[in-house]
């Protein structure tokens, strides 16, 4: 019975205490219920602020990621159309060289087959190469006419000019007891021109042109009556 009546005591100051605690507590709260209001508004501002930012920033990278696929996408199509315009134009262009020589040998063969007879022409080629060799053998010909007129030209000219020179030169001419210039007695070849002797052409020289000739009447007349009168 005492313990159970301690019990009972102590239940009842502790009661007591809680009480005062609790009061305590709540004018402790009261007390401090703006700084925990202020403080709640301060966590949710800088959460919603989070919230928001978090929201910005993935918006953000939605934003750049659909501005990168959609650079990309467009860049894909630019290079595309280039492609395109490439391929086509290497397309044309190996059409047009396979149209150009389709019309190459169309028309060879629309010439040759319509314009121009291929007989016809190698028969003409080879009148044409029958004249030329004609008109080559005469030209060949007329200057070998040409050369040959103008060396016994020259020969002539040659011939009169030494002739001219040789009727000056008779003294140079041998005798019966002296060689002449001419012809050297210890030289086994002799000078020629116009493959005869020089001597030989001295002596015709001098013989043509200093042939003896008998005297005129009035000449025998003449030199009669000079000596009379002596």
């Known amino acids: 019975i005492v313990c159970y009546g301690r019990i009972r005591a102590q239940k009842a100051v502790t009661a007591l205490d809680v009480i005062d605690t609790y009061y305590a507590l709540l004018i402790e709260t009261e007390r401090k219920r703006e700084k925990e209001r202020l403080a ?16 910005y920033q993935k918006k953000v990278r939605a934003c750049i990621l659909i501005s990168r696929v959609f650079r990309g996408h467009i860049a894909r199509l630019r290079v595309f159309g280039v492609k395109q315009g490439r391929n086509q134009q290497r397309q044309m262009a190996y059409y047009a060289q396979m149209a150009t020589i389709v019309q190459k040998f169309y ?10 007879d291929f007989y016809a022409r190698k028969k003409y080629l080879q009148y044409v190469e029958t004249k030329n060799d004609e ?3 005469n030209l060949d010909d007329h200057n070998r006419k040409i050369a040959q007129e103008e060396q016994k030209r020259q020969e002539q000219c040659a011939r009169t000019e030494f002739s001219e020179l040789a009727s000056n030169l008779h003294h140079l001419t041998s005798t019966k007891a002296v060689p002449g210039v001419y012809n050297p007695p210890y030289s086994q070849i002799k000078p020629q021109a116009f493959n005869v002797d020089i001597e030989t052409h001295l002596k015709s020289t001098f013989k043509s042109n200093y042939q003896w000739k008998p005297p005129s009447k009035e000449k025998i007349n003449f030199f009669r009556t000079l000596a009379q009168e002596q």
Not at 47 to 53: E, G, P, T, Y
Not at 107 to 116: D, K, P, S, T, V
């Open 40 to 55: 709640a508004i301060a966590i949710q501002t800088n959460w919603r602020m989070l919230k928001v930012k978090w929201m």
């Open 135 to 137: 008109v080559r053998r």
């Open 107 to 116: 028309r060879g063969y629309y010439c040759r087959r319509w314009e121009h």
